[in-house]
């Protein structure tokens, strides 16, 4: 079994900083991408930021600049560094492991942690 799990959400004054961690564990071949993704309340989820294995990196345009995300491949783990955030940047943030293979010959497929809160007060 794959489990994904999140960490370091939080609540922080805006201008403030955190940083989330997610690891994914269990039977695991190889991970194309992971990513972070965030669902406000009555939101859609939409994409914060993902890197690959080779350490191509994609942001959303509202938090470039701001946050940073980076990955241990050895121990399939992804961080978020969030800085200089906005009480708009409050909500529940997903961990992401896309195109995730369990052995070489299986298929690819993604996974999804529980998410963890982030609140930003103003």
């Known amino acids: 079994q794959v489990q994904v799990v999140e960490s370091g959400g939080g609540l922080v004054q805006a201008g403030g900083s955190l940083t989330l961690s997610c690891t994914a564990s269990?039977?695991?071949?190889?991970?194309?991408?992971m990513g972070w993704y965030r669902q406000a309340p009555g939101e859609q989820r939409d994409l914060v930021a993902t890197i690959t294995s080779t350490g191509a990196t994609n942001y959303a345009v509202s938090v470039k600049g701001r946050f940073t995300i980076s990955r241990d491949n050895v121990k399939n783990t992804v961080y978020l560094q969030m800085n200089s955030l906005k009480p708009e940047d409050t909500a529940v943030y997903y961990c992401n492991a896309a195109g995730l293979k369990k052995t070489s010959y299986s298929t690819r497929r993604d996974y999804w942690g529980q998410g963890t809160q982030v609140t930003v007060s103003s």
């Open positions: 269990g039977s695991i071949f190889s991970i194309n991408a």
